[in-house]
């Protein structure tokens, strides 16, 4: 085979090899085997003594054609397989700005918290203000101002939760009453949310739970009204209507004093929802306001209780559980 040959040989295993290769690794090995140092082409350079005179110009033009022109395709087909690399690896990489985004874990109101401002939100619709006061209290708000003496059961301590010697955590709202009239004269018309504290634990009772004070006094407040308020947020919390029992009775503040229960959907059981009566003269006298010139009402409301009959919870732990999955329900 003459040297031309051979020449022409190479080119046309080129002209079929690189257009063909698929990796860089290929492009290189083909570079180093026919144009490396030890590579096809050289070895043939080597050779030219051989040829004729006339023969040895054509050769070497040969040769360089040869070498520029294939040299410059694998230089080419390198580009051009970085290049798809690198449009296929855009492609992949490419972000879907209409893809719906990742949902982000949110909490919710707690159910009480819920339940204590729509009543919180009905009362001031009925003219009612917010006051608050201290969960751990003195004897003399949470007690004595509110006609307790030192040996009455409820500062028992199986109900009540002492601090220390001289206070306890607040038995009832009832104490922000007091520091409420402390604060200056009459009228007042207000209502006090918040947590408070007794040694009792079953499916009605918690030791700690939630209570809505409501506290009205002017020169001409009754009983009748009492029970009109009364009805008012009852009527206006529940979105149904359950059957309501007033019955009197006894607290050491409110003379006269009644407790209200509310009958249970589908149960012939009663659960008390609230205490209430009308301002004991001698609360009035304890915070200087004058029983023969004002009176007024007071309620206690059990925020727990009415969010559990208005969920159907039947167990007043289950919104101290954290329990998330039943935390996000609305009452
Ligand atoms: C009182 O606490 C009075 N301070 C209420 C009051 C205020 C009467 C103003 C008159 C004037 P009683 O102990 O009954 O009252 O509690 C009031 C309400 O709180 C109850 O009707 C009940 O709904 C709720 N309650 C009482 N103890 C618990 C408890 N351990 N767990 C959940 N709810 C309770």
Same mark, same amino acid.
């Given at each position: 085979?003459?040297?031309?040959?051979?020449?022409?040989?190479?080119?046309?295993?080129?002209?079929?090899?690189?257009?063909?290769?698929?990796?860089? =690794?290929?492009?290189?090995?083909? #570079?180093?085997?026919? $144009?490396? #140092?030890? !590579?096809? *082409?050289?070895?043939i350079a080597k050779t030219i003594h051989?040829?004729?005179?006339?023969? #040895?110009?054509?050769? !070497?033009?040969?040769?360089?054609?040869?070498?520029?022109?294939?040299?410059?395709? /694998?230089?080419?087909?390198?580009?051009?397989?970085?290049?798809?690399? $690198?449009?296929?690896?855009? @492609?992949?990489?490419?972000?879907? /700005?209409?893809?719906?985004? @990742?949902?982000?874990?949110?909490?919710? &109101?707690?159910?009480?918290?819920?339940?204590?401002? @729509?009543? /919180?939100?009905?009362?001031?619709?009925?003219? $009612?203000?917010?006051?608050?006061?201290?969960?751990?209290?003195?004897?003399?708000?949470? $007690?004595?101002?509110?006609?307790?003496?030192?040996?009455?059961?409820?500062?028992?301590?199986?109900?009540?939760?002492? +601090?220390? #010697?001289?206070? /306890?955590?607040?038995?009832?709202?009832?104490?922000?009453?007091?520091r409420h009239m402390q604060s200056g004269?009459?009228?007042?018309?207000? *209502?006090?949310?918040?947590? +408070?504290?007794?040694?009792?634990?079953?499916?009605?009772?918690?030791?700690?739970?939630?209570?809505?004070?409501?506290?009205?006094?002017?020169?001409?407040?009754?009983?009748?009204?009492?029970?009109?308020?009364?009805?008012?947020?009852?009527?206006?919390?529940? =979105?149904?209507?359950?059957?309501?029992?007033? &019955?009197?009775?006894?607290?050491?503040?409110?003379?006269?004093?009644?407790?209200? =229960?509310?009958?249970?959907?589908?149960?012939?059981?009663?659960?008390?929802?609230?205490?209430?009566?009308?301002?004991?003269?001698?609360?009035? @006298?304890?915070?200087? *306001? =004058?029983?023969? +010139?004002?009176?007024?009402?007071a309620f206690g409301l059990g925020i727990?209780?009415?969010?559990?009959?208005?969920? !159907?919870?039947?167990?007043? &732990?289950?919104?101290?559980?954290?329990?998330?999955?039943?935390?996000? &329900?609305? *009452?």
């Amino acid at each position: 085979m003459t040297i031309l040959s051979e020449l022409e040989t190479i080119a046309s295993e080129l002209d079929q090899s690189i257009p063909t290769s698929q990796t860089i =690794d290929d492009l290189l090995h083909i #570079k180093e085997t026919y $144009f490396g #140092k030890n !590579g096809r *082409v050289s070895g043939i350079a080597k050779t030219i003594h051989t040829a004729t005179d006339s023969e #040895k110009p054509l050769i !070497g033009r040969h040769i360089n054609t040869l070498k520029s022109t294939y040299l410059k395709q /694998v230089e080419d087909r390198i580009a051009t397989i970085q290049t798809d690399a $690198f449009n296929t690896q855009l @492609r992949n990489e490419t972000i879907d /700005v209409t893809l719906p985004g @990742r949902r982000c874990a949110t909490g919710c &109101r707690h159910p009480l918290s819920a339940a204590q401002a @729509r009543l /919180v939100a009905i009362c001031e619709s009925l003219g $009612f203000s917010v006051a608050t006061g201290p969960i751990i209290e003195d004897m003399f708000h949470n $007690f004595e101002a509110l006609n307790i003496p030192p040996n009455h059961p409820a500062r028992d301590m199986h109900d009540t939760f002492y +601090v220390s #010697k001289e206070s /306890v955590l607040r038995t009832h709202t009832s104490s922000v009453q007091i520091r409420h009239m402390q604060s200056g004269p009459p009228p007042y018309k207000i *209502v006090a949310p918040g947590q +408070v504290f007794r040694h009792d634990q079953d499916r009605t009772h918690s030791p700690m739970f939630h209570q809505l004070e409501g506290l009205y006094v002017d020169t001409d407040v009754s009983l009748p009204q009492l029970i009109h308020v009364l009805k008012t947020i009852l009527h206006r919390f529940f =979105d149904a209507e359950y059957p309501v029992r007033y &019955r009197s009775s006894y607290f050491p503040f409110t003379e006269p004093s009644i407790e209200v =229960d509310i009958q249970l959907p589908r149960s012939s059981d009663w659960l008390e929802v609230l205490g209430a009566g009308m301002v004991h003269p001698a609360v009035l @006298r304890s915070v200087g *306001v =004058d029983p023969d +010139v004002y009176t007024g009402f007071a309620f206690g409301l059990g925020i727990d209780r009415l969010a559990m009959i208005a969920g !159907g919870v039947p167990d007043i &732990r289950s919104y101290y559980d954290n329990n998330t999955q039943f935390l996000r &329900r609305e *009452v």
